[in-house]
Nanobody, 115 residues
Framework: QVQLVESGGGLVQPGGSLRLSCAAS????????MGWYRQIPGKQRELVAH???????AYKDSVKGRFTISRDNAKSTMYLEMNSLKPEDTAVYYC?????????WGQGTQVTVSS
């Protein structure tokens, strides 16, 4: 089992920045891929970025160059640095962690980009 706790969401003006954190506990040494999804009410959850144990990353096209995902394996924590935020980035952001065929999820953190 893996437990994930997110933090760092909030309200920010367009063009601003936020950093999300996802702290993992439990079977952390078995985690392979970690990442972030986001969901807007009424829409499907979409993959924003993910990172593997070696630090290889991938991003949704609309966030490339603005978001940076990173992972501190020693602290069992993953981060999403979000810059140049846009109103369309407003969503609930969920972190996930894969262990074998299983995926574990955090509770979600709200990010609102508005003036």
């Amino acid at each position: 089992q893996v437990q994930l706790v997110e933090s760092g969401g909030g309200l920010v003006q367009p063009g601003g920045s936020l950093r999300l954190s996802c702290a993992a506990s439990g079977r952390v040494f078995s985690i392979t891929v970690m990442g972030w999804y986001r969901q807007i009410p009424g829409k499907q959850r979409e993959l924003v970025a993910h990172i593997d144990k070696s630090g290889n990353t991938a991003y949704k096209d609309s966030v490339k160059g603005r978001f940076t995902i990173s992972r501190d394996n020693a602290k069992s924590t993953m981060y999403l640095e979000m810059n140049s935020l846009k109103p369309e980035d407003t969503a609930v952001y969920y972190c996930f962690a894969n262990v074998g065929p299983s995926s574990y999820w955090g509770q979600g953190t709200q990010v609102t980009v508005s003036s």
